[in-house]
């Protein structure tokens, strides 16, 4: 099942291309919406048949490399079944968003079904060439769509920094896999038999240089400070479903590689390290709002947002790691929010990329003081703007404000210091939305030069139906979240056993 799941949107990107060229453009849209609905309708089928108490499941294991000790080894557990829920739901909202795609659209569709291939692969692997063999490919893939469809010659050059940023991280990913391969006896790279051999036990300065080569490529990825600058660029350049997916998805690789390699293959250098990555997590998360609140771009704005949030991600993986000061069920809650975290950012921050790109669709700017009073021309733009800012910020009766509540409260015995800094990134992301909204939505009306005709045009169909319902989800999930928790904190409490162990 998770082979077909995987490699469907790759085998209908490959019909397509082998197709004759005389298809209607909306067509090849079409076909993209049809196919990631029929892949989402059967991640809910796996959800469906997925027991919260049975660990790994769904399990494939082929012969691929024996000599290496490299196998196509796949499945799911609570910590990777909601991210790939997620994938193929803001696949398929991009998709939607997607139908006013006028440009070399053929090609567009075909990019985004090999990387929604390659997201569903990296979250499905249990062999670590295989997940390094789909993480080097999101970032071919997310290249080609920056500087394809990004905005011009500076969406080349974003394009260039990101896929030069990003591939030196996954070298250094590489070797820290060669480190942990060397280490297991007998070789291999599996996942689930590094985890149950723990190879690099007491091996003291080795084992640190791994998890430093392994957490160095992650960060990049992740981004983390220092290794967030090719973010902005990337994210400002890249069209508006590039920074969904970016934000979205690939941005959560990163985050899930240390829940799924570093820290139950390293335990013992994970713990050792754990308050490193507390204060990396805590300084990523005001240092983000901070830069975000400085900005007077909106999408940029929305971008170092992105690296408040996953700093909130990495100060609860982090204070996970550390035994002293706090419990098993502590340790837990932390890890269950790292995730929930992963899956509330993913859907909020997507939806606020997609309407940054109604904005820009609109006026040709992102650049915030040149609108004004935009809730009068386009009420519905405006209120679901102003929802996806709410829900961004963490009030309650969204998914952040669970996600987020988790993360403090399994920090704060451990880390106390760390943990209330970061509560202040609360305060600035309130600051910087609330500033957004009152510089664009409120006040006399004012329109860029590039709107001469003076009328904005309000949400479309395809803008509604690709937003509303990933704001919808986070409500679900503020809501109502157990079906949410009750997959995701068994894995959590099996992955805080391994790291103590």
Known sequence: MLTVVTFLPLLVCAVLLLLPRTLPERAYVWVWITTAAVDLALVVGVWTGYDTDGGMQYEQRVRWIPSAGVGYHVGVDGLSLPLVAL??????????????????VRSYVCLFLFLQTVSIGLF????????????????VGMFFVIAGWGHGERARAAALKFFLY???GSLALLL??????????????????????????????????????????????????????????????????????????????????????????????????????????????????????????????????????????????????????SDAQARTLAVTGAVTQMVSHGLITAALFLLAGVLYDRGRTYTMDSYSGLAAHAPRFAAVTAVAAFASLGIPGFSGFIAEFQIFTGSLASHAI?????????????????????????????????????????????????????????????????????????ASRTLTGLVAR
């Not at 670590?128 to 490919?137: H, K, P, Q, R, T």
């Not at 942990?180 to 723990?198: E, G």
């Not at 005709?453 to 809501?479: F, H, N, Q, W, Y």
């Open 87 to 104: 994938t193929c739901l803001l696949f398929l909202a991009v998709a939607v968003h997607s139908l006013r795609e006028t440009r070399r």
């Open 124 to 139: 499905v692997a249990l062999d670590l060439i295989l997940f390094f063999v789909f993480f080097d490919l999101s970032i």
């Open 166 to 168: 990003t591939f030196v």
């Open 176 to 325: 820290g896999f060669i480190g942990l391969y060397l280490a297991a006896d007998p070789h291999t790279f599996d996942i689930v038999d590094l985890t149950r051999a723990n190879p690099l036990a007491g091996r003291g300065l080795y084992a640190g240089l791994v998890l430093l080569a392994i957490g160095v490529g992650l960060a990049v990825k992740t981004p983390t400070v220092p290794f967030h600058t090719w973010l902005p660029p990337a994210h400002t350049d890249a069209p508006a479903t590039g920074s969904a997916i970016l934000a979205g998805v690939l941005l959560k690789m990163g985050t899930y590689g240390f829940v799924r390699i570093a820290m139950p293959l390293l335990p013992g250098s994970w713990r050792h390290y754990a308050l490193v990555i507390v204060i990396v997590g805590a300084v990523s998360v005001v240092y983000g709002a901070l830069v975000a609140l400085a900005q007077t771009d909106f999408k940029r704005m929305i971008a170092y947002t992105s690296v408040n949030h996953m700093g909130y991600v990495v100060l609860a993986v982090g204070a996970a790691g550390t035994l002293a000061g």
């Open 418 to 490: 760390a943990t209330a800094i970061a509560v202040t990134g609360i305060l600035i992301t309130a600051a910087l939305f609330l500033t957004a909204l009152r510089r664009m939505f409120l006040g006399t009306p004012r329109l860029p030069e590039t709107i001469p005709t003076g009328i904005v045009r309000d949400l479309r169909k395809a803008e509604a139906l690709s937003t509303v319902p990933l704001l919808a989800v986070a409500l679900v999930i503020g809501i109502a979240p157990r079906w949410l928790l009750d997959v995701i904190e068994p």
